[in-house]
């Protein structure tokens, strides 16, 4: 419930568990479109493709060789009975034959494996690139509207999915399709009547094996529930342990937990026992057909209407025919969540990137920060309206503070100005040019942002100031860092700027992040500088150091400020009292506690009870 | 290894599992003879020199394979039933006994595990050994009984396939060995390729205002497509050995057969062996050399099993470092703390203490305020009161007994704890203040949300106090589950309760009101808060300022601006210089 904690693994069988098949899986919404996309994706290497399916079908027909040549073998062998030696010459000329054939098949084998890595690997590489390139260009609408576990899972999992079926179940589809086909053919050609036999037995394999499969399903499913109950209630109570400790509550967390295992235990082990009759079930019938093929060879062999060697021939070639019939199905279940993975995938490709009809190009040097609002209409959707006939105007070099309850949206003047949304109506311009007619990326260089959440990057520290500027040069980015403030506790480092990051600089302090981020906004040196609630996540003390290198950073930059508990505010050249999408007031500090509007009410309710207690001076 | 006793009360099945898979792999090896006795006493039966052949023969063999065919299905289904009611029980035992070792735990050992990781452990490893010995009572078995009778009978047969044996064998034992040893490598270096391909994208998704404001799209793209290349020539490296690997194996089992074949063709020239024989031999070595393979990739899946094995009992092996005493009859009744020379270091943290030589004296009904900058130790200081941890050196004291004295469930029933983190349990919100007293009537949980301050906003929900919190119900914002976490712990009615950073999400005004009430409805309780702000510690009638483990300074707040410079200093960086706060 604290929303922050990863969500519990998916657990029970998995791909890699018995009967992990039976686990319901999701379907794919549109399967022709997707598998056409996907195609289109695979065919990109369509040299690969060509000789991945050459290879396969040379390779499958090879195969299917083998048994006869074997059967040669044998008949050869059984001219003992019959003739009275063996036939030598006949069994050494067929086993040279054998021999070769074994080889050439492997080689052929070896050849299609080593096609048809790359040929998944490849694409699914151009796959995995034109996601990322795709992330890069929506909006960032997107992605605060989109959980991110979600399309972390699509680029891991979903492509993870599809590259493991482009690998094997494609040329499974091939190998095992021509399996069947051919040991027919084979089969119908040693002998009709057999053919017959055998392949009466697999429907009913099939039909035995579907009966099961329903019924797991069923107890799969109630397995599946229970089990998500009880990943849901440790997850609860384990991340709550301190809350469950701190009211003494193990024991009916305990109570909980032993009514959910319990249906569990019971559903699983009828879920298991279900799944795992398939496969004795599937070797009985596959012994029947044995024993099938048996009986009509041996009686047919006796009356003289085949060899000895057919049966042996027809016993592999029945098992050639039915093996694949299981795998295709099996493969059934594995496509098809490949296929609604790529779904997902592509849901993404085809979002719409975000837009962007400016074409002027800002000289930047020339820029001065000038910055107007004018009537400016926004909401974050239709029936809202976050900002209303909101206007106002900036002179180049000014600090703004903006501040006011949460929802009075602050942040939205943030997410306008650098046009991370657009508005609905009004006007934004940037030294008199409506920003919606410069070019988005011209217009960020000229923005520079620092928040609450300091992001930093994989890599060294050097890496993420260098973010700012990436052609910049040491002198520069300790330049950067010293203004800052950064410098001398990067120095004592024993890396110095070269210590690399931990996962989420882990390995830096709240204060220390904060100060990389802002050496990163000095070396990029916009003419426009953002801090949203940029110091809210560290304590008091720590933010007065950080302090002086915040006034460095904003000393001849046109700055918003978005306040949460901000000291700079009063240094201020306006703040903005922001109440439900208007601005309520403004003025500088002194002015706006003389007016005795609402940032005095806002300032007082802070100190309420000093001035009730009227003791403190101010 | 005590995963073991898990095993203990499962024995029988566990025992009856493999036996019913013998019973169908021994059916299954008798087949191919079965099959030989057709071709050789059946079909090729002579009589006067001739063959004949012999009809009643081969029927009377093909009914005792299907004879075979069904004992050996119900072996197979036996094993099944056992396998899965063993490996379930199994399973589900451990996740109760790990589970139960978890809530024993006190804060250190939480802390030390981590909850996300401890969730993991309960969940995803349990299972992974749960399936591993569902496989080993069926396939563990089966396989390596496949392999070895197949040889068996093969060379049972005739002994000269033993020298077939001889040369493959060890052959494909090295293959296989070799193929291992190199890939194991290639599959560590894919994982770090993945690892890094995914961060990179977990920080574009997190980070993606900072990437679209320095316009770094192309950087990332690059950053992005250099992971990409790596992770996919590994991968290729690592699928173009393993592609080349079955082949291998095939090469190698059908120039067995071969071999088979033509030493067999040899065998039965010299009137040594028969027809179906060779026949069945061919059949059995297939099998044996397959089992091989399937060898091979069980180690793999014991080897994965034993990194869940090493995790599971990691926690099984780990004992609360906090003896609860459950006998003890001794209750708070009054609500005095004293902290008597209390030092305090995280077990197997490097570095200072976190508190050292701390002396405080807390009346009954006193509110004490702690202040002071992140990691100066007021959270691990209240934390020890309830003995969520306990002391390195030195006591601490709840109306003159050592904490350590009480039983711990008693300790806690009279302490009322706001921890810094707000959780709240799915089911409703009544629910979720109940939590404090159960047994308490509604009436007095909506007094206690009154006290909280929390009764305006959940009176404005729909369904009021019955609103569904949790995954699919409603989420609330963190000064809501602020107030409801208070409402919970005022429930409870303690003689102490402590509040750790817990109204940092409320505005001033309510903050104000919640002291107020707190006051006014529960006088006699002591009250301890930790805060940021100073507002938050202003009223209290002793504000303790902690720097670096130690008390720097303690007082009310105008004896604390005048006798303290940390307090000056924390007072004006927000009060001073005019810091103004979020007001709702």
Same mark, same amino acid.
Request: aromatic share 6%; charged share 20%.
């Given at each position: 419930?604290?929303?922050?904690?990863?969500?519990?693994?998916?657990?029970?069988?998995?791909?890699?568990?018995?009967?992990?098949?039976?686990?319901?899986?999701?379907?794919?919404?549109n399967?022709?479109?997707?598998?056409?996309?996907?195609?289109r994706?695979?065919?990109?290497n369509?040299?690969?493709?060509?000789?991945?399916?050459?290879?396969?079908?040379?390779?499958?027909?090879?195969?299917?060789?083998?048994?006869?040549?074997?059967?040669?073998?044998?008949?050869?062998?059984?001219?003992?009975?019959?003739?009275?030696?063996?036939?030598?010459?006949?069994?050494?000329?067929?086993?040279i034959?054998?021999?070769?054939l074994?080889?050439v098949?492997?080689?052929f084998?070896?050849?299609?494996?080593?096609?048809?890595a790359s040929?998944s690997?490849?694409?699914?590489?151009?796959?995995?690139r034109?996601?990322?390139?795709?992330?890069?260009?929506?909006?960032?609408?997107?992605?605060?509207?989109?959980?991110?576990?979600d399309?972390?899972?699509?680029?891991?999992?979903?492509?993870?999915?599809?590259?493991?079926?482009?690998?094997?179940s494609?040329t499974?589809i091939?190998?095992?399709?021509?399996?069947?086909?051919?040991?027919?053919?084979?089969?119908?050609?040693?002998?009709?009547?057999?053919?017959?036999? /055998?392949?009466?037995?697999?429907?009913?394999?099939?039909?035995?094996?579907?009966?099961?499969?329903?019924?797991?399903?069923?107890?799969?499913s109630?397995?599946?529930?229970?089990?998500?109950?009880?990943?849901?209630h440790i997850?609860?109570?384990?991340?709550?342990?301190?809350?469950?400790?701190?009211?003494?509550?193990?024991?009916?967390?305990?109570?909980?937990?032993?009514?959910?295992?319990?249906?569990?235990?019971?559903?699983?082990?009828?879920?298991?026992?279900?799944?795992?009759?398939?496969?004795?079930?599937m070797?009985?019938?596959?012994?029947?057909?044995?024993?099938?093929?048996?009986?009509?060879?041996?009686?047919?062999?006796?009356?003289?209407?085949?060899?000895?060697?057919?049966?042996?021939?027809?016993i592999?070639?029945s098992?050639?025919?039915?093996?694949?019939?299981?795998?295709?199905?099996?493969?059934?279940?594995?496509?098809?969540?490949?296929?609604?993975?790529?779904?997902?995938?592509?849901?993404?490709?085809?979002q719409?990137?975000?837009?962007?009809?400016?074409n002027?190009l800002?000289?930047?040097p020339?820029?001065?920060?000038k910055v107007?609002?004018?009537?400016?209409?926004?909401?974050?959707?239709?029936?809202?309206?976050?900002?209303?006939?909101?206007?106002?105007?900036?002179?180049?070099?000014?600090?703004?503070?903006?501040?006011?309850?949460?929802?009075?949206?602050?942040?939205?003047?943030?997410?306008?100005?650098?046009?991370?949304?657009?508005?609905?109506?009004?006007?934004?311009?940037?030294?008199?040019?409506?920003?919606?007619?410069?070019q988005?990326?011209?217009?960020?260089?000229?923005?520079?942002i620092?928040?609450?959440?300091?992001?930093?990057?994989?890599? /060294?520290?050097?890496?993420?100031?260098?973010?700012?500027?990436?052609?910049?040069?040491?002198?520069?980015?300790?330049?950067?860092?010293?203004?800052?403030?950064?410098?001398?506790?990067?120095s004592?480092?024993?890396?110095?700027?070269?210590?690399?990051?931990?996962?989420?600089?882990?390995?830096?302090?709240?204060?220390?992040?904060?100060?990389?981020?802002?050496?990163?906004?000095?070396?990029?040196?916009?003419?426009?500088?953002?801090?949203?609630?940029a110091?809210?996540?560290?304590?008091t003390?720590?933010?007065?150091?950080?302090?002086?290198?915040?006034?460095?950073?904003?000393?001849?930059?046109?700055?918003?400020?978005?306040?949460?508990?901000?000291?700079?505010?009063?240094?201020?050249?306006a703040i903005?009292?922001? =109440?439900?999408?208007?601005?309520?007031?403004?003025?500088?500090?002194?002015?706006l506690?003389?007016?005795?509007?609402?940032?005095?009410?806002?300032?007082?309710?802070?100190f309420?009870?000093?001035?009730?207690?009227?003791?403190?001076?101010? | 290894?005590?995963?073991?006793?898990?095993?203990?009360?499962y024995?029988?099945w566990?025992?009856?599992?493999?036996?019913?898979?013998?019973?169908?792999?021994?059916m299954?090896?008798?087949?191919?003879?079965?099959?030989?006795?057709?071709?050789?006493?059946?079909?090729?039966?002579?009589?006067?020199?001739?063959?004949?052949?012999?009809?009643?023969?081969?029927?009377?063999?093909?009914?005792?394979?299907?004879?075979?065919?069904?004992?050996?299905?119900?072996?197979?289904?036996?094993?099944?039933?056992f396998?899965?009611?063993?490996?379930?029980?199994?399973?589900?035992d451990?996740?109760?006994?790990?589970?139960?070792?978890?809530?024993?735990?006190?804060?250190?050992?939480?802390d030390?595990?981590?909850?996300?990781?401890?969730?993991?452990?309960?969940?995803?490893d349990?299972?992974?050994?749960?399936?591993?010995?569902?496989?080993?009572?069926?396939?563990?078995?089966?396989?390596?009984?496949?392999?070895?009778?197949?040889?068996?009978?093969?060379?049972?047969?005739?002994?000269?396939?033993?020298?077939?044996?001889?040369?493959?064998?060890?052959?494909m034992?090295?293959?296989?060995?070799?193929?291992?040893?190199?890939?194991?490598?290639?599959f560590? =270096?894919?994982q /770090?390729?993945?690892?890094?391909?995914n961060?990179?994208?977990?920080?574009?998704?997190?980070?993606?205002?900072?990437?679209?404001?320095f316009?770094?799209?192309?950087?990332?793209?690059?950053?992005?497509?250099?992971?990409?290349?790596?992770?996919?020539?590994?991968?290729?490296?690592?699928m173009?050995?393993?592609?080349?690997?079955?082949?291998?194996?095939?090469?190698?089992?059908?120039?067995?057969?071969?071999?088979?074949?033509?030493?067999?063709?040899?065998?039965?020239?010299?009137?040594?062996?028969?027809?179906?024989?060779?026949?069945s031999?061919?059949?059995?070595?297939?099998?044996a050399?397959?089992?091989?393979?399937?060898?091979?990739m069980?180690?793999?899946?014991?080897?994965?099993?034993?990194?869940?094995?090493?995790?599971?009992?990691?926690?099984?092996?780990?004992?609360?470092?906090?003896?609860?005493?459950?006998?003890?009859?001794?209750?708070?009744?009054?609500?005095?703390?004293?902290?008597?020379?209390?030092?305090?270091?995280?077990?197997?943290a490097?570095?200072?203490?976190?508190?050292?030589?701390?002396?405080?004296?807390?009346?009954?009904?006193?509110f004490?305020?702690?202040?002071?900058?992140?990691?100066s130790g007021?959270?691990?200081?209240?934390n020890?009161?309830?003995?969520?941890?306990?002391?390195?050196?030195?006591?601490?004291?709840?109306?003159?007994?050592?904490?350590?004295?009480?039983a711990?469930?008693?300790l806690?029933?009279?302490?009322?704890?706001?921890?810094?983190?707000?959780?709240?349990?799915?089911?409703?919100?009544?629910?979720?203040?109940?939590?404090?007293?159960?047994?308490?009537?509604?009436?007095?949980?909506v007094?206690?949300?009154?006290?909280?301050?929390?009764?305006?906003?959940?009176?404005?929900?729909?369904?009021?106090?019955?609103?569904?919190?949790g995954q699919?119900?409603?989420?609330?914002?963190?000064?809501?589950?602020?107030?409801?976490?208070?409402?919970?712990?005022?429930l409870?009615?303690?003689?102490?309760?402590?509040?750790d950073?817990?109204?940092?999400?409320?505005?001033?005004?309510t903050e104000?009101?919640?002291?107020?009430?707190?006051?006014?409805?529960?006088?006699?309780?002591?009250?301890?808060?930790?805060a940021?702000?100073?507002?938050?510690?202003?009223?209290?009638?002793?504000?303790?300022?902690?720097?670096q483990?130690?008390?720097?300074?303690?007082g009310?707040?105008?004896e604390?601006?005048?006798?303290?410079?940390?307090?000056?200093?924390?007072?004006?960086?927000?009060?001073?210089?005019?810091?103004?706060?979020?007001?709702?």
């Open positions: 419930m604290s929303g922050n904690h990863p969500k519990p693994m998916p657990m029970g069988p998995g791909k890699r568990g018995p009967g992990g098949k039976f686990t319901p899986k999701e379907k794919a919404k399967v022709k479109g997707t598998v056409k996309r996907l195609l994706y695979i065919s990109k369509k040299l690969l493709l060509i000789a991945l399916l050459g290879l396969v079908i040379l390779t499958s027909v090879l195969t299917l060789l083998s048994p006869m040549l074997q059967a040669d073998a044998i008949d050869a062998i059984a001219e003992k009975v019959t003739v009275g030696s063996i036939n030598g010459s006949k069994l050494i000329q067929t086993l034959f054998l021999g070769i074994t080889l098949t492997v080689v084998n070896a050849a299609s494996g080593i096609i048809s040929l690997q490849y694409t699914v590489k151009i796959l995995r034109d996601l990322f390139a795709k992330i890069e260009t929506l909006p960032v609408k997107y992605f605060d509207t989109h959980a991110h576990g399309l972390m899972s699509r680029l891991t999992n979903d492509i993870d999915n599809i590259s493991n079926t482009l690998s094997q494609v499974a091939f190998t095992n399709g021509i399996s069947v086909i051919g040991s027919l053919a084979f089969m119908l050609y040693y002998s009709p009547l057999m053919t017959l036999i /055998t392949v009466l037995a697999v429907p009913a394999g099939i039909l035995l094996a579907k009966g099961i499969t329903v019924r797991t399903r069923k107890y799969f109630k397995q599946q529930t229970s089990l998500g109950e009880l990943n849901g997850e609860e109570m384990v991340t709550g342990q301190k809350t469950v400790a701190a009211f003494s509550r193990e024991e009916i967390a305990v109570e909980q937990f032993d009514a959910i295992n319990q249906h569990l235990r019971e559903y699983s082990i009828k879920a298991q026992i279900f799944s795992g009759l398939l496969g004795p079930l070797n009985v019938i596959s012994n029947l057909s044995f024993v099938l093929v048996a009986i009509s060879g041996g009686w047919m062999a006796w009356s003289g209407q085949i060899t000895i060697g057919t049966i042996q021939a027809f592999q070639y098992k050639q025919f039915s093996r694949p019939i299981n795998e295709l199905a099996n493969q059934y279940n594995t496509i098809q969540s490949a296929i609604a993975g790529a779904e997902r995938v592509f849901d993404i490709m085809d719409k990137p975000e837009s962007d009809s400016g002027i800002l000289n930047l020339e820029i001065t920060g107007d609002f004018e009537n400016v209409n926004f909401g974050y959707n239709k029936n809202t309206l976050v900002l209303k006939n909101f206007s106002l105007n900036v002179k180049p070099g000014m600090k703004i503070a903006l501040v006011g309850p949460t929802g009075a949206g602050k942040t939205t003047v943030v997410n306008l100005i650098t046009r991370f949304y657009d508005i609905n109506s009004g006007t934004i311009t940037l030294d008199d040019i409506n920003i919606e007619k410069i988005k990326s011209s217009l960020r260089e000229t923005i520079g620092v928040l609450q959440d300091t992001v930093l990057f994989s890599g /060294t520290i050097r890496d993420n100031i260098c973010y700012g500027k990436l052609d910049a040069s040491d002198e520069e980015i300790i330049a950067a860092a010293k203004t800052a403030n950064a410098h001398s506790f990067i004592r480092m024993p890396d110095g700027y070269n210590t690399a990051l931990s996962e989420q600089g882990a390995n830096l302090s709240q204060g220390q992040r904060q100060l990389i981020a802002i050496a990163r906004a000095v070396l990029a040196d916009p003419k426009i500088l953002i801090l949203d609630e110091t809210s996540s560290i304590d003390r720590t933010e007065m150091h950080i302090q002086q290198a915040m006034i460095a950073l904003m000393s001849g930059r046109t700055s918003f400020i978005i306040a949460h508990r901000l000291s700079t505010i009063r240094d201020a050249d903005l009292v922001l =109440k439900d999408g208007r601005i309520a007031e403004k003025g500088n500090h002194e002015e506690l003389k007016n005795k509007g609402p940032y005095w009410e806002l300032y007082m309710t802070q309420r009870r000093e001035t009730e207690d009227s003791n403190i001076p101010n | 290894m005590k995963l073991r006793k898990y095993m203990k009360p024995l029988l566990m025992i009856l599992a493999p036996l019913a898979m013998v019973v169908e792999v021994s299954d090896l008798a087949q191919p003879t079965l099959m030989s006795t057709i071709v050789d006493d059946g079909i090729l039966a002579m009589s006067d020199g001739a063959v004949t052949g012999n009809l009643s023969v081969i029927l009377w063999t093909s009914l005792k394979m299907v004879i075979c065919a069904l004992i050996g299905v119900a072996g197979g289904m036996g094993c099944t039933y396998s899965s009611k063993a490996s379930q029980n199994f399973g589900a451990l996740r109760s006994d790990l589970f139960r070792k978890v809530q024993s735990f006190s804060f250190a050992e939480t030390k595990f981590s909850t996300g990781s401890l969730v993991t452990r309960l969940t995803n349990v299972t992974q050994l749960q399936n591993l010995l569902m496989m080993a009572l069926r396939m563990f078995i089966r396989t390596p009984l496949l392999c070895f009778g197949g040889i068996f009978m093969a060379l049972s047969i005739n002994l000269k396939f033993g020298l077939i044996l001889l040369v493959s064998l060890p052959v034992l090295l293959l296989i060995g070799v193929i291992m040893k190199i890939a194991t490598p290639f560590n =270096k894919m /770090t390729g993945i690892d890094t391909l961060a990179v994208f977990q920080e574009n998704l997190a980070g993606v205002r900072v990437v679209k404001a316009t770094r799209e192309k950087h990332e793209k690059q950053r992005f497509d250099k992971a990409n290349d790596s992770l996919t020539s590994i991968m290729l490296k690592a173009r050995l393993m592609s080349v690997v079955s082949p291998l194996m095939i090469l190698f089992m059908n120039g067995t057969v071969i071999a088979v074949i033509f030493i067999g063709g040899k065998e039965v020239d010299a009137a040594s062996l028969e027809v179906g024989q060779v026949m031999v061919v059949t059995y070595m297939t099998q050399l397959m089992s091989l393979m399937m060898m091979s069980m180690f793999m899946m014991v080897s994965r099993a034993q990194v869940s094995a090493k995790r599971v009992r990691e926690v099984l092996n780990t004992e609360s470092s906090i003896d609860r005493n459950e006998t003890s009859v001794l209750s708070v009744t009054e609500g005095t703390v004293s902290f008597e020379n209390v030092s305090f270091s995280y077990p197997e490097a570095g200072d203490s976190v508190l050292q030589g701390i002396n405080l004296e807390i009346k009954k009904g006193e004490v305020a702690f202040l002071g900058a992140t990691g007021k959270s691990t200081l209240v020890l009161i309830p003995r969520f941890y306990d002391v390195t050196v030195g006591a601490v004291k709840i109306d003159g007994h050592d904490v350590r004295e009480y711990t469930a008693s806690r029933s009279e302490i009322g704890m706001v921890l810094q983190e707000a959780v709240l349990f799915s089911g409703t919100i009544m629910e979720n203040i109940k939590w404090g007293n159960p047994d308490a009537t509604d009436e007095e949980a007094k206690a949300a009154k006290i909280a301050q929390a009764d305006d906003f959940v009176s404005s929900f729909a369904d009021g106090y019955e609103t569904v919190l699919r119900g409603l989420s609330l914002s963190g000064g809501q589950k602020q107030r409801l976490s208070i409402s919970r712990a005022i409870k009615k303690p003689k102490i309760m402590i509040m950073d817990s109204t940092s999400a409320l505005d001033m005004g104000a009101r919640l002291q107020k009430a707190l006051k006014e409805n529960l006088n006699d309780m002591t009250l301890i808060i930790i940021q702000r100073i507002s938050s510690v202003m009223s209290a009638d002793r504000i303790v300022v902690l720097d483990g130690k008390i720097a300074a303690a009310t707040h105008e604390l601006l005048e006798t303290s410079d940390i307090y000056r200093d924390i007072y004006d960086s927000q009060v001073g210089l005019g810091g103004v706060e979020d007001v709702r």
